[in-house]
């Protein structure tokens, strides 16, 4: 499918598990971030990166684990979940055209915690 | 700390009654861009405006418009004529810096009824 995918689209785990959540985008965009939405904070970006290899910590990178060793994917993992990270989570792509170019979002992981 | 302030919560109007969305961003940065997303009932995150921070110049397109102050460090979105699909949660982000991370505010949602 061309665009940005995620999956699962859904999730349910239990506290202690390990969780990966997919991202996949089909533009060759350079730059990709992960968000996580919660009510009452916008999106809080969590990693994001700037090319294969290379990542970096947002704002609440905190039990999460990044990985970029192929442009069109940016696994996000969560080592131990724990509740506090239930949440939907939206990965972004953007492309070369500079910090103004707008970000495309997937269609987001709703994940609970249970 | 928030760094973009969107202090209305909810905003309920009737069709065709004009709306107003509020944001009001804090940066030290002279480079930067402000943009506005909007968030259907289905979720996912849809770019609709983008501005930078040397062009004040305020736009109309469409039935949206956009009042950018960099003396009130604010950047406004009316949405002209509402009708009931314009029924969303509106987000104002801010990027700085040369990776285009954006900072979301926490949202506003507009309600549109018949």
């Known amino acids: 499918d061309a665009g940005i995918t995620q999956s699962p689209r859904y999730k349910i785990t239990e506290t202690g598990r390990q969780v990966t959540l997919m991202c996949h985008q089909t533009w060759s965009h350079s730059y990709m971030f992960w968000y996580r939405q919660d009510l009452g904070h916008g999106l809080r970006l969590i990693y994001y990166s700037a090319a294969a290899d290379i990542t970096d910590k947002g704002e609440v990178p905190d039990g999460y684990v990044v990985s970029r060793s192929k442009t069109e994917n940016f696994p996000l993992t969560l080592e131990s979940a724990t509740r506090s990270q239930t949440s939907v989570y939206f990965c972004?792509?953007?492309?070369?055209?500079?910090?103004?170019?707008?970000?495309?979002f997937g269609p987001g992981t709703r994940l609970t915690v249970t | 700390a928030q760094k973009v302030t969107q202090a209305q919560t909810e905003i309920s109007v009737v069709e065709k009654e004009d709306v107003t969305l509020d944001c009001v961003y804090e940066t030290r940065d002279t480079t930067y861009y402000l943009f506005w997303y909007k968030q259907p009932p289905s979720g996912e995150l849809v770019f609709l405006i983008r501005r930078n921070s040397f062009d004040e110049q305020n736009e109309i397109s469409g039935r949206y418009s956009w009042n950018f102050q960099k003396s009130t460090s604010s950047f406004n979105f009316t949405i002209t004529a509402s009708q009931v699909v314009d029924s969303a949660v509106y987000f104002c982000?801010?990027?700085?810096?040369?990776?285009?991370?954006?900072?979301f505010g926490a949202g506003t949602q507009v309600v549109v009824t018949p």
């Open positions: 982000a801010l990027s700085e810096g040369s990776w285009g991370k954006l900072q």
């Open positions: 972004a792509s953007r492309g070369d055209r500079g910090p103004w170019g707008e970000q495309y």
